[in-house]
């Protein structure tokens, strides 16, 4: 049987970064990819999608954004391009189109891996599949009549490739807001079922939001300072059209028919919670918070910026349906814009809390030897970002090398947050 010191599974921006903190500290290492190197940036993401942040924070280890227009953002094949070259540059040893398809224990080798290429062994398995592994559908996803069209926003490409009618969008989140513009610019009629949201400024006072949220420190807030508060909804953003406020009371000047909460659907009519401008307003406090936040910045470190311009006072409240008769509306097609879900079944080892997460601190678990890296709020809230996954991995590294450095059962007890995390 194959044997490995430590094998990565994933071959994207997180195993890329594990395999050169693994390089650094001269660890023998090989990652698996069961398709092809930044995969879900190739097949699943639509076709107008922009890099969310500015180009300036497309960065990996040793290799950063050197284009000529750092404050624009790229497409996603762009981003493509910059993963690929950086598996080059850092030569990863990188094995594609192998699929993990079991991980479990080894009383002889610590860990065993069975492969669609054949089992491996390994003292070490850092995993690093990302954050949306499994598209989250909604329970009412099968009273939606039959001869309806409907997808998750994961499998979206173009407003072409859809059924002529009108567009439902389920979800408030940056993929169905900026779903709801491109298929506003193609001339459909869309209606956005809005929820939770966190509405703030593309550009600030002469920077990006990304820039100020760095600037500021929210990038480095660790998942600890939170306690037991509940996490901010991520900001919802565009680089489309080098990039621009996603405003819905704009988007619903523009033509775009906003609802509340889908909270059932009855006879093919889905019924809406009466909400739209209770979250609307939530998401104007959040712009309103962040753009506090960065003026208390700007005054308490006399940073020469621009001044603020402030928004409207009067910001209009746009008409809300309750209901929407799918058949009357000539409703072509359903996207659900709901998210994605952690997909660990196939990891056969007792790591996980109540909600699928990995119990983990700062990437290691109560195995030893076994990690998690790329997660939503791993440690930071930058953790699951090009920018941000890095500093973890170096971090995961330095515990392969030197295991005995790592804290101890109870430290890590401790710090689980109970089976909350990531």
């Known amino acids: 049987m194959e044997t490995v010191e430590t094998i990565v599974v994933g071959g994207g921006q997180a195993g890329l970064a594990m395999s050169h903190a693994l390089r650094q500290c001269c660890r023998e290492h090989l990652v698996l990819e069961r398709a092809r190197v930044a995969e879900r940036w190739r097949s699943e993401r639509w076709d107008s999608l922009h890099f969310q942040f500015p180009n300036w924070s497309i960065e990996l280890p040793g290799c950063a954004y050197a284009g000529g227009d750092p404050d624009g953002f790229s497409r996603k094949d762009e981003v493509v391009r910059f993963i690929e070259r950086y598996a080059t540059l850092i030569n990863a040893p990188v094995r594609t189109g192998v699929a993990v ?60 490739a859809l059924p002529d009618g009108a567009v439902v969008i389920v979800g408030s989140g940056a993929s169905g807001c900026q779903i709801a513009d491109d298929m506003l610019e193609a001339g459909r009629c869309v209606f956005l079922s809005v929820g939770r949201h966190r509405r703030v400024p593309r550009r600030y006072r002469g920077h990006d939001v990304f820039w100020w949220r760095r600037e500021i420190g929210e990038l480095d807030q660790t998942v600890d300072s939170l306690a037991s508060q509940q996490r901010p909804p991520p900001p919802i953003v565009t680089g489309v059209h080098g990039g621009y406020d996603v405003d819905l009371r ?173």
């Open 101 to 160: 398809t079991k991980l479990s224990r080894s009383l002889s080798h610590g860990f065993e891996l069975a492969t669609t290429q054949g089992p491996i062994r390994a003292r070490h398995v850092v995993v690093a599949t990302g954050p949306y592994q499994r598209p989250r559908m909604s329970r009412w996803q099968t009273d939606v009549p039959s001869d309806i069209f409907q997808l998750h926003a994961r499998d979206y490409r173009n407003p072409s």
């Open 250 to 422: 704009q988007s619903a000047a523009r033509g775009l028919q906003l609802c509340g909460h889908l909270v059932g659907i009855v006879d093919a009519t889905m019924i809406f919670a009466d909400d739209l401008e209770h979250s609307l307003r939530a998401g104007d406090g959040a712009f309103a918070a962040f753009a506090a936040a960065v003026d208390a910045h700007v005054a308490k470190n006399g940073l020469d910026v621009p001044a603020a311009v402030p928004e409207p006072t009067n910001r209009a409240a746009p008409s809300s349906c309750t209901s929407l008769d799918l058949r009357a509306d000539k409703v072509g097609a359903v996207i659900w814009a709901n998210g994605y879900m952690l997909d660990f079944d196939w990891i056969d080892i007792p790591v996980f809390g109540a909600n699928g997460a990995p119990l983990q601190y700062r990437g290691a678990t109560s195995v030893p030897g076994l990690f998690f890296l790329g997660l939503h709020w791993l440690h930071k809230f930058k953790s699951s970002f090009l920018y941000g996954v890095g500093e973890d991995a170096a971090h995961i590294a330095s515990r392969i090398a030197h295991p005995g450095d790592g804290q101890t059962m109870t430290a890590f007890e401790q710090a689980s947050h109970d089976g909350t995390a990531p």
